[in-house]
């Protein structure tokens, strides 16, 4: 097995154990569709549709020219 393979049976099962502790089970509630409550409410769509602040920005989609490109084969 490499790493990659135990890091995520690691994690699995650390989140395994997390959902069995507590105690009592809570019923799961299935997604509830609110799209059109949320259209139809003026205040709420104004909220969501004002900008945000940016938390994180890895540049992925910013323009690199090719000279400065390196690939490295081993």
Known sequence: M?????????????CLAAATVGGEERPIRPPELVTAQ???DPRRLAELQ?????????????????S????EIS
Do not use: Y
Not at 2 to 14: D, E, L, P
Not at 68 to 71: E, G, Q, T
């Open 2 to 14: 490499n790493t990659r393979t135990i890091t995520a049976k690691t994690v699995w099962m650390v």
């Open 38 to 40: 949320t259209r139809a």
């Open 50 to 66: 004002q900008p945000g602040q940016v938390f994180f920005q890895d540049d992925f989609e910013t323009v690199v020219p090719r």
């Open 68 to 71: 400065r490109v390196v690939l």
